[in-house]
């Protein structure tokens, strides 16, 4: 089993849409759960962070954690053409260590 | 958020040549970054873990005769790509955690640097 699964899309919504983006991981040590926004050819911006399991919102995005599942969210509500990237999933463990990155799932909102 | 910032943005080399990306934190300090490449359309590919005051970490299949990395304060680490060749044309991004209060936390990336080799 791999150690963190993304379905990598392209998923293709129309403006307004709701967007659900999701990863399901398999090591139980992970504490710490992150999505990232990467643009063509731009680093990958981090927009949301949490360590613990539950809901946490940020504007138009609400990162859901369920820990017992081992299963991670992203909605994206009110979709707009400039939400168009590709979406990551990370997971880190305590230590300075590297994080763990799904492969990316590429999101096209259509106007 | 914290910033970590990579320059350059974009190089262009010819084969052969030697080609240097730094990458800092600028509001924080960091006993650690990491290297990633990336190909198009493809996630990242953790390349090393950059330790301050010693030697790197590569991953498997990493050249570290290859990929020179020093890191040589809490705020700078630098990639060297050494000889560089064709197919050493990629995205090269850098990261670094901040510690917090209770552990570490969530990585910043830099902006990346575009390298290409003619």
């Known amino acids: 089993q791999k150690e963190v699964e993304q379905d990598p899309g392209p998923l293709s919504v129309p403006e307004g849409a709701i967007v659900s983006l999701n990863c399901t991981y398999s090591?139980?040590?992970?504490?710490?759960f992150m999505w990232y926004r990467q643009y063509s050819r731009k680093g990958p911006e981090l927009l949301m962070y949490t360590y613990s399991s539950g809901n946490k919102e940020d504007g138009r995005f609400t990162a859901q954690v369920d820990k017992s599942s081992k299963y991670i969210s992203l909605f994206i509500r009110d979709s707009q053409p400039s939400d168009s990237a590709t979406y990551l999933c990370?997971?880190?463990?305590?230590?300075?260590?590297?994080?763990?990155f799904g492969k990316g799932t590429r999101l096209s909102v259509i106007a | 958020g914290a910033v970590v910032s990579q320059h350059p943005s974009r190089v262009i080399c010819k084969s052969g040549t030697s080609v240097k990306i730094e990458c800092r934190s600028l509001d924080f300090q960091a006993t650690t970054m990491f290297w990633y490449r990336q190909f198009p359309k493809q996630s990242l590919m953790l390349m090393a873990t950059?330790?301050?005051?010693?030697?790197?970490?590569?991953e498997q299949g990493v050249e570290k005769d290859k990929f020179l990395i020093n890191h040589a304060s809490l705020t700078l680490s630098t990639l060297t790509v050494t000889s560089a060749h064709p197919e050493d044309s990629s995205f090269y991004i850098c990261?670094?955690?901040?510690?917090?209060?209770?552990?570490?936390?969530?990585?910043?990336f830099g902006q990346g640097t575009r390298l290409t080799v003619v």
């Open positions: 950059s330790n301050e005051g010693s030697k790197a970490t590569y």
């Open positions: 990261s670094a955690r901040p510690m917090r209060a209770g552990g570490v936390s969530e990585a910043f």
């Open positions: 090591n139980s040590a992970f504490q710490y």
């Open positions: 990370a997971f880190g463990n305590s230590g300075n260590t590297p994080l763990v």
